[in-house]
């Protein structure tokens, strides 16, 4: 997938260079007064008759006033050529960049800072069996995919001449696609990031050594770390991977970064049928990383959320069953570290390898490493000719020529049937739980907690993924010499799953979700179990459940941590009181008392991180330095900073807290004064100007031009309260972009958000609609009768075949 954040950082470099080298030119970028009203020249057209090439008769699309469109088609054919078409017209910016960065293609319209991006990509392509490939999906993949981007294509030749304001701004115009498009690996990359973790991992093992590192991030479940013997760790860090690291997209984030799913049983709920709720976190960009659409032909009534550049949706309901996703984390990824050296003259000779030739050695033979030369079109440069090279476990992402070793990437992605999302086109269809588990076993990438519900009352959940079987953790890097391969992959019958459990309540939120003696590790590094615990603190005294309940309960900013940590804090506070010299700025180290305005605000508040609060500023700023000092001080201890740590566990640091000797009152206390300063620097001195939403704010932040970014928005919660709302230096980089409550007892009653709109062209209506609705926590109803649909239809668009 693309993330929007991407061309913020390459901005700079994109707007000095020159025009494109190989990407076809566009009309010149308008002049800035006359920018906005360009931009709504360049809209789509939303009402009355289009002929669109290759449809076979007219379809139907109703779009409400939320700028949902409703497609209503004779055929499967002319259902997704029209979905093609409509996506692109709101979306066609944001589907070609995200097509040019799974292709390896970016550097043509961004200029030499996307080149190690662009060889990552074509390194990571698939090249596999093209035949399993596309029957891994759907019998009928290829077809359904062959009319989606005939679609996008007809919209292409539609509006070349005119396209979106941002080929203007960048000086080049739309392609057409191919079917190939949908197949790139890189849209779930971000999905599988055990490779960041593996190298980081083992730079501090390196470091600090094995125990230190498990005492400080520790698995879950807990597992020894096991370093290779004779393996050396150190020079192993984020180098190690190139340019895999910016295949992730900016801002830098850790591969969990959270999703909530729950599902609960009519015996729980207020009309006696199931409720699924689901509300994906990812990060926030403009537009929307995802796209709603309501899907409707001969075999099709499905609707929901899914990537733009996909057919189909992921998350939603058809006419029976309704579904939800969050990531699982299984491990599917290693760092191999190969011993490299040239080929022996004998090799080379035997095997009329060029003399330049290089080896790696794997099972006590020597290898020749598989190397081709690619052509990487640079705007504002010549071409650039890269060579990228494999061994038996992937490609070599990086090389340390001092050691005489380089670094290999295995990935699920060079499997069949591994393009992220793409299974949905089974999914979408199933009608009960045997085509639900069937659906779940074509699922292999990225891994997801998919939740179930039907109108017959059944609930369920699969942890569907492609599980690489392993004869060690997968924590750390390993050798490339034979010992630690693959012993094939989990059958899907054996996936973690769940039907109808007697609790009547299924939750998942990315934490570890493995059975009570269940035999295969998915993984050891699930996300802290904090959101999961509060939903199920949440639902198990509820009866009656709403979907307006659910909805609430995706809004929840209760943080249990706080809840846990804040009388440590009081307690110091009153333990000292009156002793002066354990804090430094006139806060709690001088006047210890419950007086203390900043200390009383903390000892009244009900551990709610509302964005009107002092007392969540307070807690969270002080959070933020108890582990800066905690962690940082066990770093320095061995010549690393806290910056270089992978973040803190929020298990660990409570038990440092609460551990006598280990987080004292002195540690607590000067924490805390360090947060008042840190507000300060911030906020200034007024407690009047002091509310975490003055802190804590979401942007939505066009990527190329100002004048199209969206108000600052104030929020609640953090990255571990239900309403997850993380990210770097106390703004709100990730969350639930897309949310939706579905009513299994009532479609119509549905509910679902998408911020900012549905639309990713400045001056659309559906620019940025919705981002009011997501910032007070509320919803639109996600209509899905036709009576409901035509009620609550605001345009109306016919696409006809061209006349003969």
């Known amino acids: 997938m693309w993330r929007l954040a991407l061309l913020s950082i390459l901005l700079p470099s994109l707007l000095l260079a020159a025009a494109p080298a190989a990407a076809p030119l566009a009309p010149p970028p308008p002049s800035p007064p006359l920018l906005a009203e360009q931009a709504r020249g360049r809209l789509a057209q939303l009402d009355g008759t289009v002929a669109v090439p290759g449809l076979l008769a007219e379809v139907e699309v109703r779009r409400d006033r939320y700028g949902v469109p409703h497609i209503y088609a004779g055929s499967q054919h002319d259902l997704f050529l029209a979905q093609g078409y409509v996506v692109a017209q709101d979306r066609l910016f944001q589907m070609e960049m995200a097509r040019r960065a ?12 996307a080149v190690g991006r662009d060889r990552f990509a074509r390194l990571l392509a698939y090249r596999g069996d093209r035949s399993a490939e596309w029957a891994s999906y759907a019998p009928d993949a290829r077809e359904i995919v062959g009319a989606f981007v005939a679609g996008v294509n007809a919209y292409i030749a539609e509006v070349k001449d005119r396209p979106p304001i941002e080929f203007s701004l960048l000086g080049f115009a739309p392609e057409p696609w191919t079917e190939e498009v949908v197949l790139d690996r890189m849209a779930a990359l971000a999905m599988t990031g ?11 093992v390196a470091v600090m050594g094995a125990a230190t590192v498990e005492q400080l991030w520790p698995g879950d479940p807990p597992h020894h770390l096991d370093p290779v013997p004779g393996l050396d760790l150190a020079g192993i860090d984020a180098a190690s991977l190139g340019a895999a690291r910016e295949a992730y ?58 990537e733009p550049h996909l057919p189909g949706v992921a998350a939603g309901h058809n006419e029976r069953i309704a579904f939800g996703f969050t990531v699982v984390g299984m491990d599917q990824q290693d760092v191999y570290v190969e011993a490299v050296a040239p080929c022996t003259a004998a090799l080379r000779e035997r095997r009329h390898l060029p003399t330049d030739s290089r080896c790696y050695r794997m099972e006590g033979e020597e290898r020749p490493i598989e190397v081709r030369s690619e052509t990487i079109a640079v705007k504002g440069e010549a071409p650039r000719t890269v060579q990228l ?43 009960n739980w045997p085509g639900f588990l069937a659906a779940m076993a074509r699922w292999k990438l990225p891994s997801e907690n998919i939740v179930y519900a039907d109108v017959d009352g059944n609930i369920g959940w699969v942890a569907a993924g492609l599980l690489p079987l392993r004869r060690w953790t997968g924590l750390l890097p390993v050798p490339g010499d034979g010992r630690f391969e693959w012993q094939g992959f989990l059958p899907a019958r054996e996936l973690p799953q769940a ?3 007697p609790s009547g309540l299924i939750v998942t939120a990315n934490d570890n979700v493995l059975p009570p003696g269940y035999p295969h590790p998915l993984s050891y590094e699930f996300a802290p179990a904090l959101r999961s615990q509060r939903i199920r603190e949440v639902l198990s005294r509820a009866d009656r459940l709403t979907a307006e309940d659910c909805a609430a309960l995706q809004g929840d900013d209760l943080s249990l ?76 201890a061995h010549g690393l900073s806290y ?75 953090d990255g571990n309260t239900v309403n997850a709302t993380g990210g770097a230096g106390f703004a709100q980089q990730f969350g639930a972009s897309y949310r939706e409550v579905l009513d299994l007892a009532d479609w119509d ?38 009576p409901r649909v035509e009620k609550e239809t605001a345009h109306l668009l016919h696409l006809t075949p061209p006349r003969p």
């Open 643 to 717: 910056a270089q740590a992978p973040g803190y566990d929020p298990e660990v640091l409570a038990h440092l807290v609460e551990t006598p000797g280990e987080g004292g009152d002195a540690a607590v206390l000067a924490a805390f004064d360090d947060a008042r300063a840190e507000i300060r620097s911030h906020l200034g001195p007024d407690r009047a100007r002091w509310s975490w939403g003055a802190l804590h704010q979401a942007h939505f932040r066009h990527p190329l031009e100002p004048a199209f970014d969206l108000p600052a928005v104030a929020r609640g919660g």
């Open 249 to 306: 997209g900016p801002p830098p984030y850790p591969h969990l970064t959270g999703s909530n799913n729950w599902v609960v049983s009519g015996k729980r709920t207020a009309s006696g049928k199931p409720l699924l709720a689901n509300d994906p976190h990812r990060a926030l960009t403009l537009p929307s990383l995802r796209y709603v659409s309501h899907l409707v032909a001969p075999g099709w009534d499905v609707i929901g959320a899914g």
């Open 499 to 501: 039907f109808n459990p």
């Open 749 to 786: 009653r549905s509910l679902a958000v998408n911020v900012p709109g549905q639309s990713g062209q400045p001056g659309s209506p559906y620019y940025g609609d919705l981002l009011p609705l997501w910032a007070e926590g509320r919803y639109f109803p996600l209509l899905y009768s036709r």
């Open 102 to 113: 799974g292709e390896g293609r970016l550097a043509e319209v961004l200029g030499p800072a």
């Open 194 to 204: 055990n490779a960041l973790s593996e190298v980081h991992r083992a730079h501090l």
């Open 389 to 431: 090279a494999w061994t038996a476990h992937g490609p070599i992402v990086a090389e340390d020529p001092a050691r005489g070793r380089a670094f290999a990437l295995r990935f699920v992605g060079s499997e069949p049937g591994t393009a992220g999302y793409l299974a949905q086109l089974t999914l979408d269809r199933a009608q």
């Open 561 to 636: 941590l706080a809840r846990r940590l804040v009388p440590r804090l009081l307690a110091a506070a009153r333990a000292h009181r009156g002793i002066g010299g354990i804090g430094g700025i006139g806060g709690i180290g001088g006047s210890s008392d419950l007086a203390d305005p900043d200390v009383a605000v903390l000892a009244a508040w009900d551990f709610h991180l509302r964005p009107d609060g002092a007392a969540p500023l307070l807690f969270e700023t002080w959070l933020a330095a108890l582990a800066k000092r905690l962690y940082g001080e066990r770093m320095a």
